[in-house]
């Protein structure tokens, strides 16, 4: 029988202190030429809205070239948000590849990028009211790509309930509605979010993932620029601004608006959304 060392080795302190190394240094990645988007934006006119109401969700559209913003309207508030190509739904929001070239949060001159085998930018962040926060004492920040949104199926495990009206849920009703289907055949497009608004990070002494009550008011906002044409569907989270716990019926909750701004034709210039990702898909076939 294997003996399983349970005391440190001499070396433990010289492992330890090994420099990391970025996994993917994003130099060569391409750049979004944010001062030709703020300029754009300057001449765009408002064409739609949703209002997202607490404790559910609300889907919307965006074409390619637009802008949309999410915006706290009453009180604090955070978002899950999915994003889906409009023509291809199976082209969706990559949370985990996101998260490998940006980091655990997102803020101005980011992207969401999509799934296999396109793997292109989605949407473009370009203005973030809550940039100042940074990073806290905690090791928290805003706007993360870390937790995948509160769902009924870990409620379950954890408490037994049967409650509806997670971001998960809320996000497949919406998205069955704007579909036209039950939602079993919505649930499988249903995929980890960007946790707008949301204030996280990872407890320092045990790696945990943790939420702190979000720093968004009234009047900010975060705006993207939809680099393909996309269905989004935002849930207002049941935790509300996320200071005490997921899933609730009892903590404050408020709803958020959605606003979408088409700029003047000739704005853009030569702008075109860009192609699916150049790999060959023939994996050494």
């Given at each position: 029988m294997t003996t399983i060392p349970t005391t440190q080795p001499e070396d433990a302190e010289q492992r330890r202190a090994i420099a990391p190394v970025i996994c993917y240094p994003t130099e060569t990645l391409p750049a979004p030429d944010l001062a030709?988007?703020?300029?754009?934006?300057?001449?765009?006119r408002k064409v739609g809205e949703v209002l997202v109401p607490p404790r559910d969700a609300a889907t919307f559209t965006v074409p390619a070239g637009s802008f949309f913003r999410i915006s706290s309207v009453e009180g604090p508030q955070v978002g899950d948000l999915n994003l889906w190509n409009a023509q291809d739904l199976s082209?969706?929001?990559?949370?985990?590849?996101?998260?490998?070239?940006?980091?655990?949060?997102?803020?101005?001159?980011?992207?969401?990028?999509?799934?296999?085998?396109?793997?292109r930018p989605m949407a473009t962040?370009?203005?973030?009211?809550?940039?100042?926060?940074?990073?806290?004492?905690?090791?928290?920040?805003?706007?993360?790509?870390?937790?995948?949104?509160?769902?009924?199926?870990?409620?379950?495990?954890?408490?037994?309930?049967?409650?509806?009206?997670?971001?998960?849920?809320?996000?497949?009703?919406?998205?069955?509605?704007?579909?036209?289907?039950?939602?079993?055949?919505?649930?499988?497009?249903?995929?980890?979010?960007?946790?707008?608004?949301?204030?996280?990070?990872?407890?320092?002494?045990?790696?945990?993932?943790?939420?702190?009550?979000?720093?968004?008011?009234?009047?900010?906002?975060?705006?993207?620029?939809?680099?393909?044409d996309?269905?989004?569907a935002l849930s207002a989270c049941p935790g509300g601004d996320c200071s005490s716990e997921h899933s609730s019926d009892?903590?404050?909750?408020?709803?958020?608006?959605?606003?979408?701004?088409?700029?003047?034709?000739?704005?853009?210039?030569?702008w075109t959304p860009p192609a699916p990702n150049g790999y060959d898909r023939s994996h050494g076939h």
């Open positions: 030709l988007y703020r300029a754009a934006r300057r001449t765009a082209e969706r929001f990559y949370s985990g590849k996101t998260r490998a070239l940006h980091g655990t949060h997102l803020t101005a001159g980011e992207r969401m990028w999509s799934s296999f085998p396109d793997m962040i370009t203005e973030d009211t809550l940039g100042w926060y940074g990073i806290d004492s905690f090791g928290g920040s805003v706007h993360d790509v870390i937790g995948t949104r509160c769902d009924p199926y870990t409620n379950n495990l954890l408490s037994g309930g049967q409650y509806h009206h997670c971001c998960h849920s809320n996000l497949t009703r919406a998205l069955a509605g704007h579909l036209g289907v039950g939602p079993a055949e919505a649930e499988p497009h249903v995929h980890d979010v960007l946790n707008v608004f949301m204030c996280t990070g990872f407890t320092r002494d045990t790696g945990q993932y943790f939420m702190k009550a979000s720093p968004v008011r009234p009047g900010d906002f975060l705006e993207f620029f939809a680099e393909i996309l269905l989004g009892t903590a404050a909750c408020h709803p958020l608006l959605v606003e979408v701004f088409t700029p003047e034709a000739a704005a853009l210039g030569g």
